[in-house]
């Protein structure tokens, strides 16, 4: 195969565009094989950008990834609208933590108590102290955290100015399903296995570097050797879209909820859209929208700021998080050389964006990726060739 370009990424949601955008700013021939690049899960997330109020015990290691990514946002964000000339949504706003009823309160204490030994900067509020801060949130909430450093990305427009950067940098688009990646030997055999490109319908594209980023489809190409194919699986998250005022928004920043031990969250956005989400169901590659799932995200979103019922219902649809066995991406090198694995972001994508693509940019220039990625090899679910 010969090649044509210096790197093909597999899959255009947030995570490849990203690292296509980075390694075309680097210098390099790069293209983008999807058949609807930007439509992915990352066309339905949430866009919070929320490391320290998503933090889940047991998940520490995690946390030392997403807050090194949240700071690399400010500049990022810099970066693609300086590219495109357009306004991403990055808000600063903060995210507000609040709990209904006393179970959920104790939880809230715990959840502080766990942010606090972890040196994380976050401000416990009084149930008044919540209402002065956002006056529709329910008078019955019993208490808050205030965590200043979670901040909000919208991500439709995140994921389009991406497209705009990547195809200002000279990324060609592919608008085809990749079917099967090249490989040429065979990993721990004499001589290895190297990465040759992407076979696609009718169309074979050759590259020494081939970046695997197709979210919870990156397991189901061809051509992958045994102990390289990641294992991520689809987690089905269905969300809402309620229409606002923008003169007079219900909300100034991001509100999570803990109502009766379900998680409810809910993302203003400047023009006056509230993002009211999700779900997290296990249904393999199933996107449809429940009317249970509508309705008890409503219910939910109904106890935390009872004003939501007032909005118009613009959209409910479900995505697919490409979910992995520890919850964490699987970003770098395999054992196939020149073939690079950036998935299994689960609840993070939109969050790892910046530091995913710096890696992949890094690695395929042949440069020392940053530290912060080393525990999330893909090699570490590596098993051996049957
Ligand atoms: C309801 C919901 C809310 C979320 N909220 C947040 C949030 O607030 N903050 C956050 O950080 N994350 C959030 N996430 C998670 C985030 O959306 C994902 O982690 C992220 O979008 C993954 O990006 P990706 O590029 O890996 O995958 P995707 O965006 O799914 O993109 C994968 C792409 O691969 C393409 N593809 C598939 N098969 C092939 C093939 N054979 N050949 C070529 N291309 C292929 C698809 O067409 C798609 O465009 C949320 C997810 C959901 C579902």
Same mark, same amino acid.
């Given at each position: 195969?010969?090649?044509?370009?210096?790197?093909?990424?597999? #899959?255009? #949601?947030?995570?490849?565009?990203?690292?296509?955008?980075?390694?075309? !700013?680097?210098?390099?021939?790069?293209? *983008?094989?999807?058949?609807?690049?930007?439509?992915?899960?990352?066309? *339905?997330?949430?866009?919070?950008?929320?490391?320290?109020?998503?933090?889940?015990? #047991?998940?520490?290691?995690?946390?030392?990834?997403?807050?090194?990514?949240?700071?690399?946002?400010?500049?990022?964000?810099?970066?693609?609208?300086?590219?495109?000339?357009?306004?991403?949504?990055?808000?600063?706003?903060?995210?507000l933590v609040v709990d209904v009823d006393d179970?959920d309160r104790?939880?809230s204490e715990?959840?502080?108590?766990?942010?606090?030994?972890?040196?994380?900067?976050?401000?416990r509020l009084s149930s008044r102290r919540v209402r002065e801060l956002e006056p529709?949130v329910a008078p019955g909430v019993r208490s808050g955290l205030l965590?200043?450093?979670?901040?909000?990305?919208?991500?439709?427009?995140? =994921?389009?100015?991406?497209?705009?950067?990547?195809?200002?940098?000279?990324?060609?688009?592919?608008?085809?399903?990749?079917?099967?990646?090249?490989?040429?030997?065979?990993?721990?055999?004499? #001589?290895?296995?190297?990465?040759?490109?992407?076979?696609?319908?009718?169309?074979?594209?050759?590259?020494?570097?081939?970046?695997?980023?197709? +979210?919870?489809?990156?397991?189901?190409?061809?051509?992958?050797?045994?102990? *390289?194919?990641?294992?991520? !699986?689809?987690?089905?998250?269905?969300?809402?879209? /309620?229409? +606002?005022?923008?003169?007079?928004?219900?909300?100034?920043? &991001?509100?999570?909820g803990?109502?009766? +031990?379900? &998680?409810?969250?809910?993302?203003?956005?400047?023009?006056?859209?509230?993002?009211?989400?999700?779900?997290?169901?296990?249904?393999?590659?199933?996107?449809?929208?429940?009317?249970?799932?509508?309705?008890?995200?409503? !219910?939910?979103?109904?106890?935390v700021?009872?004003? =939501?019922?007032?909005?118009?219902?613009?959209?409910?649809?479900?995505?697919?998080?490409? +979910?992995?066995?520890?919850?964490?991406?699987? *970003?770098?090198?395999?054992?196939?050389?020149?073939?690079?694995?950036?998935?299994?972001?689960?609840?993070?994508?939109?969050?790892? &964006?910046? /530091?995913?693509?710096?890696?992949?940019?890094?690695?395929?220039?042949?440069?020392?990726?940053?530290?912060?990625?080393?525990?999330?090899?893909?090699?570490?679910?590596?098993?051996?060739?049957?």
């Amino acid at each position: 195969m010969t090649p044509r370009y210096d790197a093909i990424v597999v #899959g255009g #949601g947030a995570i490849g565009l990203s690292s296509a955008w980075r390694m075309a !700013r680097a210098g390099m021939e790069v293209a *983008v094989v999807d058949p609807e690049p930007g439509r992915g899960a990352s066309w *339905v997330a949430a866009g919070m950008l929320g490391p320290v109020s998503e933090v889940h015990y #047991g998940e520490e290691g995690l946390l030392a990834l997403t807050m090194a990514s949240a700071r690399r946002w400010p500049s990022f964000a810099a970066e693609l609208e300086a590219d495109t000339g357009s306004d991403i949504g990055y808000r600063t706003t903060g995210t507000l933590v609040v709990d209904v009823d006393d179970g959920d309160r104790a939880w809230s204490e715990d959840l502080f108590r766990f942010q606090c030994s972890l040196g994380l900067e976050v401000e416990r509020l009084s149930s008044r102290r919540v209402r002065e801060l956002e006056p529709a949130v329910a008078p019955g909430v019993r208490s808050g955290l205030l965590v200043k450093g979670d901040h909000q990305v919208q991500t439709r427009r995140f =994921v389009s100015a991406l497209l705009a950067a990547a195809a200002k940098r000279g990324v060609t688009f592919h608008h085809q399903p990749a079917t099967a990646v090249d490989v040429d030997g065979a990993p721990g055999t004499a #001589g290895g296995a190297t990465v040759r490109g992407v076979h696609c319908d009718g169309t074979q594209l050759g590259a020494p570097v081939v970046v695997l980023a197709a +979210g919870c489809w990156s397991g189901s190409l061809a051509g992958l050797p045994d102990g *390289v194919v990641p294992p991520v !699986r689809p987690v089905k998250g269905q969300i809402l879209r /309620l229409s +606002g005022d923008a003169e007079r928004p219900l909300l100034g920043r &991001s509100v999570r909820g803990l109502v009766q +031990g379900a &998680s409810v969250y809910l993302v203003p956005r400047a023009d006056g859209t509230l993002v009211v989400g999700a779900t997290m169901e296990e249904q393999g590659f199933d996107t449809t929208v429940t009317a249970g799932a509508v309705y008890e995200l409503l !219910r939910d979103a109904r106890r935390v700021v009872p004003g =939501v019922t007032e909005l118009a219902l613009i959209e409910a649809r479900a995505g697919l998080r490409p +979910g992995s066995p520890d919850n964490a991406p699987l *970003v770098g090198a395999t054992t196939v050389d020149g073939l690079l694995l950036a998935t299994g972001h689960y609840r993070n994508g939109i969050l790892l &964006s910046p /530091l995913t693509a710096d890696t992949v940019a890094a690695l395929a220039a042949g440069h020392e990726p940053p530290a912060e990625m080393a525990p999330f090899r893909p090699t570490r679910f590596a098993t051996a060739p049957s």
